[in-house]
C-alpha cells in the first residue's frame, strides 16, 4: 500500500518533492546570476583574485542550476549525466582559479580590502541563504548532491574571502587574497572529484535496473 503519513500517496509526496526542488532551484539561480554580476565587477574593480574566483564560481552555479532544472524529474541516467557534465565544470572551474592566482602572484597587486570585505559578506549572506534553502536535498542522487556541495562551497568560500580581506587590510599585502583564491580552487578540484564518483557509481548501475526491469528514480 502507498498511503503516506498524511494519507497521500508515494506519487503525491514525489510531486511535492519535486515541487519543492524546481522552486528552490529557480530562487537559487537568480540569487547566483545577481551574485556574479555583482562580484565580477568588484573583483576587477577591486584587483581581487579571490572575488574573481568567486563570481565564476557564481555563475557556474547557475549554470549548473539551470542543467538541474533541465533534468528534474528525468531518470536517474539522465540526472546522474547531468551531474557528470557538472562536476568536469566544476573541475575545469578549479584548474581555471589556480591558473588566475598563479597570473596575480606575477603581477604582484595588493586589491582593496574594503570592497573585497564588503562584497565577500553580501556574498556569504546569499550562499547562507541558498546553502538552507538546499540543506533538505543534500542526501538525494548525484545531481541533487552536486547542488548541494556548491552551495556548501561557495559559503565556505565567502567566509575565506572575508578573511582574506581582514588579512590584506592588516598585512598591506595580496597574499592573503591568493592564498584563498587558492583554497577555493582545491575545494572546486575536491568537491567536481565527488561528484564525479558518485555520477559515475550511478551511471554503472542504471544498466542493472533496465535489465533487472526495475523502474529507474523519477
Same mark, same amino acid.
Given at each position: ?55 565564476? @564560481?557564481?555563475? /557556474?552555479?547557475? &549554470?549548473?542550476? #539551470?542543467?538541474? %532544472? *533541465? +533534468?528534474? $524529474?528525468?531518470?536517474?541516467? !539522465? ?74 562551497? @561557495?559559503?565556505? /568560500?565567502?567566509? &575565506?574571502?572575508? #578573511?582574506?580581506? %581582514? *588579512? +590584506?587590510? $592588516?598585512?598591506?599585502?595580496? !597574499? ?43
Amino acid at each position: 500500500m502507498a498511503g503516506g503519513c498524511c494519507g497521500g500517496s508515494q506519487d503525491d509526496t514525489e510531486k511535492l518533492n519535486d515541487a519543492a526542488w524546481r522552486r528552490v532551484l529557480w530562487i537559487a539561480l537568480v540569487i547566483n546570476a545577481v551574485m556574479f554580476g555583482v562580484e565580477i565587477v568588484a573583483g576587477v574593480t577591486a584587483g581581487s583574485a579571490s572575488l574573481k574566483a568567486d563570481a565564476l @564560481d557564481f555563475l /557556474g552555479d547557475a &549554470a549548473n542550476y #539551470a542543467i538541474s %532544472l *533541465g +533534468v528534474a $524529474g528525468m531518470a536517474l541516467v !539522465w540526472r546522474a549525466r547531468a551531474a557528470l557534465a557538472k562536476g568536469v565544470s566544476i573541475l575545469l572551474f578549479g584548474l581555471w582559479v589556480l591558473g588566475n592566482t598563479v597570473w596575480m602572484v606575477a603581477q604582484g597587486a595588493v586589491p582593496a580590502a574594503k570592497t573585497m570585505g564588503i562584497v565577500g559578506v553580501i556574498a556569504l549572506v546569499a550562499n547562507l541563504v541558498c546553502a538552507a534553502m538546499l540543506w533538505r536535498h543534500r542526501a538525494g542522487d548525484a545531481n541533487r548532491r552536486s547542488v548541494w556541495i556548491c552551495s556548501r562551497n @561557495d559559503a565556505i /568560500g565567502n567566509i &575565506a574571502v572575508v #578573511a582574506a580581506a %581582514l *588579512g +590584506v587590510f $592588516g598585512s598591506g599585502t595580496g !597574499w592573503p587574497d591568493i592564498a584563498v583564491a587558492a583554497i577555493m580552487a582545491a575545494l572546486a578540484l575536491s568537491g567536481g572529484w565527488q561528484i564525479i564518483r558518485q555520477a559515475g557509481g550511478e551511471l554503472r548501475s542504471a544498466p542493472i535496473l533496465h535489465r533487472s526491469g526495475s523502474t529507474p528514480l523519477r
